[in-house]
C-alpha cells in the first residue's frame, strides 16, 4: 500500500476501522499530487467535528476514583489522537515533496498513534465510556489546517500539542495511580514514552528547516499558527525529565517553564510607569525614573493574575523567574512594547498611574489634575479630622491630635513670605502642588529662612504650592484602596527626607513602641477612619491615603492625610508581595540604589550567601528573595528581608526598625 493511499484513507473514509488500519508494509514511490485535504476529515456521525455540540466539562482530579470520570478524560485523549493521525495524513498529502526520511517518521509515529488509540478505546468500554458520547473538539485541526511549510507541522503538532502531551500524561498517570487504576496508569506511561520519540522528531527536522539565524526557542515562537504560543505546548507537572530525552536544551526548557501567555481570555496588560505626574506636567521621565521604570518594570507581577500580561523592554531571566514560579506566583507574559500586542484583543490597561503616555496606549484612559494636586489634600485633610470627630464617638480617646493646622495653599511668592513670617519659629514642609512620592518639597528647621529661588520655580511649574506644619513623625501609614473598598493598612518605610524606601510586608505596627501600637488599633477606630474616607472621597482603581503618627503634646497622635495618590502605589505591590511571605514572619521590603550598595549582582550574590532564602509549606520563612532581577538590574534593587535579616535591611536604609 503507498503512503499517500494510506493518507486519504484516513482522511476520506467515516469508519473509524480505516483509521486505524496501517499495513505492516507500505511504500513512498507514488506520492502524488500535493492535495490540500479536505475542510474537515471525514468521520463516523457521532464524532464529527462540523457538528455544533455543547463543551464537556473535563472531569477534575477529584472525580477520578468514578470509572465513568477516568473513561471521560480517555475520551478527551482519544479525540486528541484521532486528531493528530488526521493532521499527519494532511501532512502527508500536503507535503508530498518533503524528504523521504520525514515522511518515514511521520507513518511511524502514525502507526503509534493508532495503537494509543485502541488502548484508549478498548480501555474507554471498560470504563463505560463509548467514543463519541461527549463533544470531539476541533481545535487541533482548526489551528493547524492551514500549515503551508513542514515546519508548521514541526512545531505546532510535534513542538506544541504534543509537547504538551508529555506533561498530561504524567499528570493523569499519577492521578490514576492514586486511585488504584493502574491499567490507565501504565497505559498513560506508555503513550508518554511513544510521544517523546514523536517530539523528538519534530524537533530534529523543526531544527532544519527553522530560521538559522535565530536560536531554537526565538525561531520556534516565530514558527507557530497562530493563535498558537509557547503556553499550548506545556502543562502540569512540567515534565522536565521527558524533554530532555527529547532532545531540548537547557535554554528551551528554561524559557517554557517560565513562558506565560493567554490561552483564550483577553489579558490585562500591566505597566509600570512611575513619574506619571511629571508627565501630566508636560516634561518627559528624569533619568532617575527611567531607571526606576527599567529596573523594576516586572513589579506588577505580583499583582497580575495567570495569563495576564506586562510590559517591559526586557523579559526577567527565566532562573529568576523560576525562584518565584516554585512558590506558585503566576508568570505574565512579557510585552516588549505596546506594537507587539496589535491585532490582539486586549482586557484590562492597568499602569501605575495614568499619563499622556499611557493614554496613547490606551485612548479612552482619562484623567483630571485635581486629585493630583498636595491643595486638593487639604480638603480631604479637614474632611479627615471632621469624621474621626464623628467616628470615634465618645470614649475611644484622641485619634487624631488637635490644634494641628491643615496647611495653607500659596499662589505667590509674598503668600509663602507672608506664611513664614507668621510662623518664624515654627518647622514647616513645602511642597509642589504635583510633587509625589516625597519629592518635589523643602523641609524648613526653625528660623531657617525660606529657599525663594526654589519656590519661584515650583509656582511657575505648578501654579501653587501648599506649606503645612512640618510635624515630629514616629511612625508612616498608608490606606490602600480599591475603588471606595480599604483593603488594608500598611506601613512604608520612609528615609528623613521623606522618601519612600521600602515597607513592611508583615505585622506592620509589631515592631512599633506600644503607645504607637495602641493608637493605630485601638478598637478599630482608625480602620473605621480610613474606611469612611474611602467611601466618601473614593477614585476609581487603586489607589491610597499617607498619613503619619507624629509625637503630640499628650502623646502620640494620627495625622491622617499626609497626601493621597489616585493611581497604584507601591503599598500596593508590596501587598501582592506579602502574599508570597509565611504568615507571622517579620519581613520588609526594601530598595536600594547602585550609589548606595556598589554593584547590583555582587550586592545580590552577597546577601544570598549571607541570609540564603528559606521556604516553609510554599512561602518564604526566611533570608532574602529579590523582586527584580539582579542579573539584569543597573541602578536598582528591591529585595524581601524576611526573619532576622529585616533588622539589617532596615539599617541599610539608615531606618530604624526592630522585630
Known amino acids: 500500500m503507498e503512503i499517500r493511499a494510506l493518507a486519504e484513507q484516513i482522511l476520506r473514509s467515516p469508519k473509524l476501522e480505516d483509521k486505524l488500519a496501517c499495513p505492516p508494509s507500505l511504500s513512498d514511490a507514488h506520492r502524488g499530487p500535493q492535495w490540500e485535504g479536505p475542510i474537515w476529515p471525514a468521520r463516523p456521525e457521532r464524532l464529527r467535528l462540523d457538528l455544533p455540540r455543547d463543551k464537556s466539562p473535563f472531569p477534575g482530579l477529584g472525580q477520578l476514583d ?19 493521525m488526521e493532521l499527519m495524513a494532511l501532512a502527508l498529502v500536503r507535503f508530498p515533496d518533503a524528504p523521504a526520511a520525514f515522511r518515514r517518521g511521520i507513518v511511524h509515529t502514525l502507526r503509534e498513534e493508532q495503537d494509543h488509540l ?20 476541533p481545535f487541533f485541526w482548526t489551528t493547524l489546517r492551514p500549515m503551508s511549510h513542514p515546519i508548521h507541522y514541526c512545531s ?95 535554554d528551551w526548557i528554561e524559557r517554557l517553564q517560565v513562558y506565560g501567555r493567554t490561552k483564550g481570555r483577553p489579558p490585562t496588560l500591566w505597566w509600570f510607569n512611575p513619574g506619571c505626574e511629571a508627565s501630566l ?155 509625589s512620592s516625597g519629592q518635589g518639597q523643602r523641609r524648613l528647621g526653625a528660623d531657617e529662612a525660606l529657599p525663594t529661588a526654589w519656590v519661584e520655580r515650583s509656582l511657575k511649574a505648578h501654579g501653587a504650592v501648599v506649606v ?76 491610597n491615603i499617607d498619613g503619619l503618627v507624629y509625637e503630640g503634646a499628650q502623646g502620640p497622635r494620627l495625622f491622617p492625610v499626609v497626601e493621597r495618590n489616585p493611581r497604584m502605589t507601591m503599598g500596593h505591590i508590596a501587598r501582592g508581595i506579602a502574599r508570597w511571605v509565611r504568615h507571622g514572619r517579620p519581613a520588609i521590603w526594601t530598595l536600594h540604589h547602585r550609589r548606595q550598595v556598589g554593584e547590583i549582582a555582587e550586592f545580590a550574590e552577597r546577601l544570598r550567601a549571607e541570609h540564603p532564602r528559606q521556604v516553609e509549606q510554599g512561602k518564604l520563612s526566611g533570608g532574602v528573595a529579590f523582586t527584580n532581577d539582579p542579573s539584569t538590574a543597573q541602578a536598582l534593587l528591591s529585595v524581601v528581608w524576611v526573619g532576622e535579616p529585616a533588622c539589617e535591611g532596615a539599617q541599610a536604609l539608615g531606618i530604624p526598625w526592630r522585630l
Open 468 to 543: 503645612e506644619p512640618l510635624l515630629p513623625r514616629l511612625s508612616d501609614v498608608s490606606a490602600l484602596y480599591k475603588g471606595t473598598r480599604l483593603l488594608g493598612l500598611s506601613r512604608p518605610l520612609v528615609d528623613a527626607q521623606g522618601t519612600w524606601r521600602g515597607q513592611v510586608l508583615s505585622e506592620p505596627w509589631g515592631a512599633l513602641p506600644g503607645p504607637i501600637r495602641r493608637l493605630l488599633s485601638q478598637d478599630k477606630a482608625t480602620l473605621r477612619l480610613y474606611r469612611a474616607l474611602g467611601e466618601q472621597a473614593p477614585h476609581q482603581g487603586l489607589w
Open 118 to 137: 485502541r488502548r484508549y478505546l478498548a480501555r474507554m468500554t471498560e470504563l463505560g465510556v463509548e467514543f463519541g458520547e461527549l463533544h470531539n473538539s
Open 281 to 435: 506636567l508636560g516634561g518627559g521621565p528624569s533619568k532617575a525614573v527611567k531607571a526606576l521604570r527599567r529596573d523594576l518594570a516586572c513589579l506588577p507581577m505580583f499583582l497580575s493574575r495567570r495569563d495576564d500580561a506586562v510590559l517591559a523592554e526586557q523579559a526577567p531571566s527565566p532562573g529568576w523567574l523560576r525562584q518565584w514560579q516554585d512558590l506558585g506566583v503566576p508568570l505574565p507574559e512579557w510585552v516588549p512594547n505596546p506594537q507587539s500586542l496589535q491585532g490582539r484583543g486586549l482586557g484590562e490597561f492597568r499602569p501605575f498611574g495614568p499619563s499622556p503616555e499611557a493614554q496613547a496606549i490606551r485612548p479612552e484612559l482619562s484623567w483630571s489634575l485635581e486629585p493630583y494636586r498636595k491643595s486638593a489634600d487639604l480638603e480631604l485633610r479637614a474632611l479627615a479630622h471632621r469624621v474621626a470627630r464623628e467616628q470615634i464617638g465618645q470614649g475611644q480617646g484622641d485619634l487624631v491630635g488637635g490644634g494641628v493646622e491643615t496647611g495653607w495653599v500659596a499662589r505667590s511668592l509674598s503668600e509663602v513670605e507672608e506664611l513664614r513670617s507668621r510662623l518664624p519659629r515654627t518647622p514647616l514642609l513645602i511642597k509642589q502642588d504635583l510633587a
Open 66 to 84: 468514578d470509572d465513568r470520570a477516568r473513561g471521560q478524560v480517555l475520551h478527551f485523549f482519544a479525540n486528541h489522537e484521532l486528531l493528530a
Open 156 to 250: 505546532g503538532l510535534s513542538l506544541c500539542f504534543e509537547q504538551a502531551n508529555l506533561d498530561f500524561c504524567l499528570r493523569f498517570g499519577q492521578a490514576f495511580t492514586q486511585v488504584g487504576d493502574t491499567q490507565s496508569a501504565q497505559m498513560m506511561e506508555k503513550v508518554r514514552a511513544d510521544e517523546i520519540g514523536h517530539v523528538r522528531h519534530g524537533l530534529h527536522w523543526y531544527r532544519k528547516w527553522k530560521d538559522q539565524r535565530l536560536d531554537d526557542w526565538s525561531a520556534f515562537e516565530a514558527a507557530l499558527l497562530e493563535p498558537l504560543t509557547p503556553a499550548r505546548a506545556k502543562g502540569k507537572p512540567f515534565d522536565l525529565d521527558g524533554r530532555k530525552k527529547a532532545g531540548f536544551d537547557t
